[in-house]
């Protein structure tokens, strides 16, 4: 009976094997690189199994696909096979893998600006399959939240097979024994904006207009004026691999006079901006006219904020076994567009850890906001937008005003309702955080 129970294990430990033995080859994404490695498999119920190492590729992509991502974004992951693992040359007793007997786990290792492991899992589908097939495994999905910003990278880690046979769901689990490189980059958090020089004395209709700049991303530029892609002719314009612009645009002959945005937009969704202004040449006149010329100037101003106070006291509560609220209101921030332009701006929040001073802390992550936006003056223009709700943590979207070919300025308010999530069993005393606000 002794020697039927040891088959018996044997033939399991084969049957889990089966995701685990071959070559991978796979494709990336538009968003992702593949790579490879080799995996050493060790099955989980006859340890001294003998399963050749596998040499995998393995494709590494989100959704949605995005340039750049914010904070507290939740993305989809998934692990993709390609082409599919062979099964074992000899299968004992059982001599096949039964259809839909086999289930992949895995974990993705998060690096970079981040840290922490991404569990992804398959389905329990595959076809029956002979010893030397291909055995067809599901691709492996799971989710995470993005919470730091900067560049996270994800990469291939752990992954097991679970086959069931007589009864037992047998694990087979492969660990990389050489370097694995990141096979997917992603960029989390607002990026440094593009800076876009124009010339400074007056240019005009028709006009070829150099322009210099830094910090695009390198490819492919589009120019607007005024929002509005009619206003340029043509362009040279172009980015190195440093992110430095250069080239030139030509207006369209039927630019109107006065001050006018000229924007240049990247490939990473990136926008310079900067003023110009249009002026046309003077008309002849007809003999025994007189003119005179009459000219005015605007001074363009700042973009500035204030706020109606510097502290916030969040809702007292008491040491508790529940989870808790500490709730509150933001302090009113003001800002004040005065630069005569279309440019828009984008108020920005970012929130430290709060802690006590008998060493207590609350994560920042614990600190949310549900942001509210509208005009001070009705006659400012351009139309306010509250920024989303949610965690703060490193950098998040308080209030905005987006460019608009009509131009934007005047008076804004924005606020927000504000929440702290107290765990459970928390240290008492008094606690402190700094919620920094920045606009651009």
């Not at 044997?10 to 994404?29: E, I, R, Y």
């Not at 006859?46 to 904070?71: C, E, F, H, Q």
């Not at 709060?354 to 207590?360: I, Q």
């Amino acid at each position: 009976m002794f020697k039927v129970n040891k088959q018996l294990a044997a033939s399991l430990g084969v049957v889990t094997l089966a995701g685990t033995v071959g070559m991978v080859a796979l494709a990336p994404t538009a968003n992702a690189a593949e790579v490879d490695y080799t995996s050493h498999c060790v099955n989980q119920i006859v340890k001294d199994l003998v399963i050749p190492d596998g040499n995998l590729k393995i494709d590494v992509s989100v959704t949605p696909v995005k340039a750049r991502y914010d904070v507290g974004e939740e993305v989809s992951v998934t692990w993709a096979w390609k082409a599919y693992p062979k099964a074992p040359p000899e299968i004992p007793v059982v001599g096949k893998v039964d259809k839909d007997s086999t289930l992949p786990k895995g974990v993705l290792t998060l690096g970079g600006a981040a840290t922490g492991d991404v569990p992804v899992e398959g389905q329990r589908i595959n076809p029956e399959t002979g010893p030397g097939q291909e055995l067809k495994l599901t691709d492996m999905t799971g989710k995470v939240k993005l919470t730091q910003a900067g560049d996270v990278t994800l990469t291939p880690g752990l992954y097991s097979t679970f086959t069931k046979a007589f009864g037992f769901d047998a694990e087979t689990k492969c660990n990389p024994v050489t370097a694995v490189a990141p096979a997917l980059t992603l960029k989390v958090g607002a990026a440094d904006k593009p800076v876009l020089n124009g010339p400074t004395a007056a240019v005009e209709p028709g006009a070829e207009v150099a322009l210099t700049g830094s910090k695009f991303a390198p490819g492919d530029v589009t120019a607007t004026l005024d929002g509005d892609a009619a206003g340029i002719a043509a362009s040279t314009l172009t980015v190195n691999a440093s992110g430095n612009l250069t080239g030139n645009v030509k207006l369209a002959d039927n630019v109107a006079n006065g001050a006018h945005t000229l924007a240049v937009s990247d490939s990473a969704g990136g926008s310079g901006q900067a003023q110009i202004t249009v002026r046309k040449k003077d008309v002849p006149t007809q003999p025994g006219d007189l003119t005179q010329k009459v000219d005015g100037t605007i001074t363009a101003g700042s973009l500035s904020i204030s706020q109606a106070a510097s502290g916030i006291q969040l809702s007292e509560v008491g040491v508790s076994a529940d989870d808790q609220t500490m709730t509150g209101k933001l302090n009113t921030v003001t800002v004040k567009d005065l630069r005569g332009g279309s440019a828009g701006w984008t108020l920005t929040g970012s929130v430290t850890d709060f802690t006590s001073d008998a060493g207590g802390t609350i994560p920042a992550d614990n600190f949310t906001w549900k942001p509210k936006a509208a005009k001070a003056d009705e006659k400012s223009k351009g139309a306010p937008v509250a920024g989303s709700e949610g965690t703060i943590g490193s950098g998040a979207t308080l209030a905005s005003v987006p460019q608009t070919a009509t131009g934007t300025g005047g008076s804004f308010a924005a606020d927000a309702d504000i929440d702290l999530k107290v765990p459970a069993y928390q240290s008492a005393g008094d606690y402190s955080a700094t919620l920094t606000l920045s606009i651009s």
